[in-house]
């Protein structure tokens, strides 16, 4: 299994540019999460899906858009970058919904807006 | 509402030195409490985890105890090694259709020879 695999793993965009970021999970898992970390923090949910054709939204959900039409993929759409959206982006997935059940995460996407 | 509080970092300490990383946690239900690797250039791995008060998570050498009383989860081992070098966080999940994790800001641990 390749696991959580994600893509591109660097990018630089200017200001108002869009972009998608790639997440691909091969363990057939129903639950999927994008993340960001920035500098000095832990990670913030973004946006989480349950199921294919199922997302909502998390803690810092403004700027960025989702679609999950797939178990396996869960991409992450940036509209008009802003230099806040500087971080790096890490996508999860989780086979239950018990507390017990761990994520497993891809290697991130390091993204600078300038 | 619910947040998980580390040691600031970074840590350095010497090869086979004793570690200790605090966290703490506040909860209004009876989470999961995770603490999660990240190596450099790396996405996060599961170290280990407890899933109810008094259990203990362990693997690799490294420690934690799900200690309800002082809401607390530190992060032991008794010997590290310089492959120990890495960013470590704390974590609660309360599972469910959401199951987000709710992380610390991590904790830098820089290993010597």
């Known amino acids: 299994n390749a696991g959580v695999t994600q893509t591109p793993k660097f990018r630089i965009l200017k200001i108002g540019q869009s972009m998608t970021l790639q997440c691909a999970q091969d363990?057939?898992?129903?639950?999927m999460y994008w993340y960001r970390q920035d500098p000095g923090m832990g990670l913030k949910l973004i946006y989480y899906?349950?199921?294919?054709?199922?997302?909502d939204k998390g803690e810092v959900p403004n700027g960025y858009n989702v679609s999950r039409s797939t178990t396996e993929d869960f991409p992450l759409r940036l509209e008009l970058a802003a230099p806040s959206q500087t971080s790096v982006y890490f996508c999860?997935?989780?086979f239950g919904q018990g507390k017990g059940y761990e994520q497993y995460f891809g290697p991130g996407t390091r993204l600078t807006v300038t | 509402g619910d947040s998980v509080t580390q040691m600031e970092g970074p840590v350095t300490l010497s090869e086979e030195a004793f570690l200790t990383i605090n966290c703490t946690y506040t909860?209004?239900?009876?989470?999961?409490l995770f603490w999660y690797v990240q190596y450099p250039g790396e996405g996060l791995q599961l170290l280990l985890k407890?899933?109810?008060?008094?259990d203990k998570g362990s693997n690799k050498g490294f420690e934690a105890t799900y200690r309800k009383e002082t809401t607390s989860f530190h992060l032991e081992k008794g010997s590290v090694q310089v492959s120990d070098s890495a960013v470590y966080f704390c974590?609660?999940?309360?599972?469910?259709?959401?199951?987000?994790?709710?992380f610390g800001k991590g904790t830098k641990l820089s290993v010597k020879p």
């Open positions: 363990m057939n898992h129903n639950y």
């Open positions: 999860a997935s989780r």
């Open positions: 899906s349950v199921g294919a054709g199922i997302t």
């Open positions: 909860a209004t239900g009876y989470p999961s």
């Open positions: 407890a899933t109810k008060a008094d």
């Open positions: 974590a609660l999940n309360y599972g469910g259709s959401q199951g987000n994790l709710i």
